[in-house]
């Protein structure tokens, strides 16, 4: 399938260490932020979301932390496996627009 | 539940060409988008639909691009010329009528264009 982000920054961790991805949003004013997941030739697939009133959502190994002082959002995994390895990408949500960031690359070292 | 299909999933073509992508939403859902995704970037939003009525289209490059949504569910997006500018990954996504808060985007795998 197609390649996303040939040029992308790109996240290199050994497996089974804890993974930290970073986002810079635009929009001081976005209700929303959601963590994406995109593989090699498929479409981004939901990871995790947070309300802008929140500083920390849990999911099932993986927590995003939101920091509204600085407009800074960030995704950490637990135990990253190699399943893990894809295109991440951090999206703010502006009165129903979905406004995606820059990605990064994850590659998850045996 | 199936997912949201797009066809075709990779197409070449010369520029100055048309082109034409098709998307079938999931069953139910009121809203469908169409996205570009450049190389390194992420997902660019071109339009959105609320049943068969446009509800964003102000990063859609309307001397060239057009959609439509004619009858709530499927829907095409045309490129017509194409220009080697427009090569990416043309997304479609889905949601649910969105209602306060936000609803959640389903993706679909993508049709890959590349202009030559």
């Known amino acids: 399938g197609e390649s996303v982000g040939l040029h992308l920054p790109t996240l290199s961790v050994q497996e089974g260490d804890n993974s930290i991805i970073n986002c810079a949003y635009s929009n001081s004013a976005s209700d929303y932020f959601i963590w994406y997941k995109q593989e090699s030739g498929k479409g981004p697939q939901f990871i995790i979301d947070?309300?802008?009133?929140?500083d920390k959502r849990q999911g099932q190994r993986v927590t995003v932390l939101l920091n509204k002082t600085v407009k800074h959002l960030s995704l950490q995994i637990a135990a990253t496996q190699p399943g893990d390895s894809a295109v991440y990408f951090c999206a703010e949500i502006l009165t129903y627009k979905y406004i995606f960031g820059t990605g990064t690359r994850l590659k998850v070292l045996a | 539940e199936a997912g949201v299909a797009q066809s075709p999933r990779y197409k070449i073509i010369e520029k100055r060409q048309s082109v034409a992508f098709w998307c079938n939403p999931i069953s139910g859902h009121a809203t469908l988008y169409w996205y570009q995704q450049i190389l390194g970037q992420g997902p660019k939003l071109l339009i959105q639909?609320?049943?068969?009525?446009?509800?964003?289209d102000s990063q859609l490059p309307k001397d060239r691009f057009s959609a439509e949504r004619l009858k709530g569910v499927d829907s095409t997006l045309k490129i017509q010329p194409a220009k080697l500018e427009d090569s990416a990954v043309y997304l479609c996504a889905s949601s649910l009528l969105l209602r306060g808060g936000y609803a959640e985007q389903f993706f679909g795998p993508g049709t890959r264009l590349t202009v030559l």
């Open positions: 639909f609320q049943n068969n009525g446009v509800v964003d």
């Open positions: 947070i309300r802008s009133n929140m």
